[in-house]
């Protein structure tokens, strides 16, 4: 009967000891998985907060517009000021021929 006992209680640290290997890894996988939704919780924050700065689609189309206005209004000086540089040709070189 001794014999059987000390089977019997062979057999139970075993179990015990695999019962507490399987507890620590378990209770290791969600301490990593916690660590993960942590980290996730931190990138999406950051990336929540970057969002809340960038321009929206009001913005945007508007500055389109605006770059347009300027596109015309430099058209309209770059044509305004072709006169002005044939006159200033022409005075150069009326000044280079009377030296």
């Not at 019962?19 to 209770?27: C, E, S």
């Not at 189309?61 to 015309?72: C, E, Q, S, T």
């Amino acid at each position: 009967m001794t014999e059987e006992l000390r089977f019997i209680v062979e057999i139970g640290k075993w179990l015990l000891t695999g019962a507490i290997g399987i507890y620590a890894w378990i209770a290791n996988r969600q301490s990593a998985n916690a660590k993960e939704v942590h980290e996730l919780t931190l990138r999406v924050a950051t990336l929540e907060e970057q969002m809340r700065h960038l321009p929206d689609h009001e913005v945007v189309n508007d500055l389109g517009g605006d770059m347009k206005a300027v596109k015309a209004e430099l058209a309209g000086i770059r044509e305004s000021l072709a006169p002005l540089a044939r006159s200033i040709d022409r005075v150069n070189d009326y000044l280079l021929r009377q030296k």
